[in-house]
């Protein structure tokens, strides 16, 4: 097997993990609240990750601490406004109305750094807005809290994106992910204290682990590695492509397993989404 298949299918594992993500997440917040299902899911993925990458997390420093607490404060932003928001939606709405911050970051970089977006950049925007509409809005052009909320949740993990790429160029990659892992637990577990009932975790049953295991373990540890190894391995083209299918996963075990009802107007907003993120990762050079 060549080197471009191996990291295809790790970069499809990921993704498919990641789509499949939702749907478990969409089951766990019906008993754990949001913050303290992501107290546990990632203090459960900062131990693994440090047990796993000892040797690179052993020599932490402060300029490390801090790069682990801005990129963690915003990835905790985005999660905890995205879990929101998924207890007002449907999991496949949740996964492609996140997935509308691959158009949101060229415009950030454009604010804080002063590099236009290119034309690419500008239709899938527009496309991603039109896509949104069909998505979200109904007769009388309203956005349920739902949907808004994964919008906005979106636009954390653009945020996040923009403080990776700023510390990742002085930072180990699996120092700065554990280090966000561990800053992601930090809050939501005083997310928990000041406005939630964190006793809700003694009563957790079994299903309830797995669900928990599953989200720490696999769609948190086992996707990292799958992307750092397959990304290595594919160009980034093809990376891109193949990571955006998360949110086409996602969809899918929506349908299959939550019992989601796409109608046209939906698929055909999911269809016009999709086609915006791959024309922002990938600015089409496939066809070149």
């Known amino acids: 097997m060549s080197d471009k298949i191996k990291g295809s299918l790790l970069l499809t594992t990921a993704a498919m993990i990641w789509g499949s993500s939702f749907i478990v997440m969409k089951s766990a917040v019906d008993f754990l609240t949001p913050n303290v ?41 985005a999660y905890l406004i995205q879990t929101i928001g998924l207890t007002m939606t449907t999991p496949g709405k949740n996964a492609f109305l996140t997935a509308v911050y691959c158009a949101i970051v060229p415009f950030l970089v454009w604010f804080f750094y002063r590099r236009r977006p290119d034309s690419y950049n500008f239709f899938a925007a527009l496309l991603c807005i039109v896509g949104v509409g069909f998505v979200s809005l109904d007769g009388n052009l309203g956005m349920n809290m739902g949907d808004l909320l994964t919008l906005i949740g979106g636009l954390f993990y653009a945020f996040h994106i923009l403080a990776i790429k700023k510390y990742s160029n002085t930072m180990h990659p699996i120092k700065l992910t554990t280090l966000q892992f561990a800053m992601t637990a930090i809050l939501a577990f005083f997310g928990s204290l000041l406005f939630e009932d964190m006793s809700v975790i003694k009563q957790i049953d079994s299903s309830v682990i797995l669900q928990i295991g599953y989200l720490a373990f696999f769609a948190t540890t086992i996707t990292l590695l799958c992307q750092n190894i397959g990304q290595n391995l594919v160009s980034e083209c093809n990376a891109a492509i193949l990571l955006s299918l998360e949110s086409v996963f996602g969809v899918v075990f929506s349908v299959l397993l939550y019992g989601e009802i796409l109608t046209i107007k939906v698929f055909c907003g999911f269809a016009l989404i999709f086609v915006a993120i791959i024309i922002s990762e990938t600015k089409l050079s496939f066809f070149k």
């Open 37 to 77: 299902l992501l107290f546990v899911r990632f203090s459960l993925a900062t131990v693994i990750m440090s047990i796993i990458f000892y040797k690179y997390v052993k020599d932490i420093n402060i300029k490390d601490l801090k790069g682990g607490m801005i990129t963690g404060t915003c990835l905790f932003l």
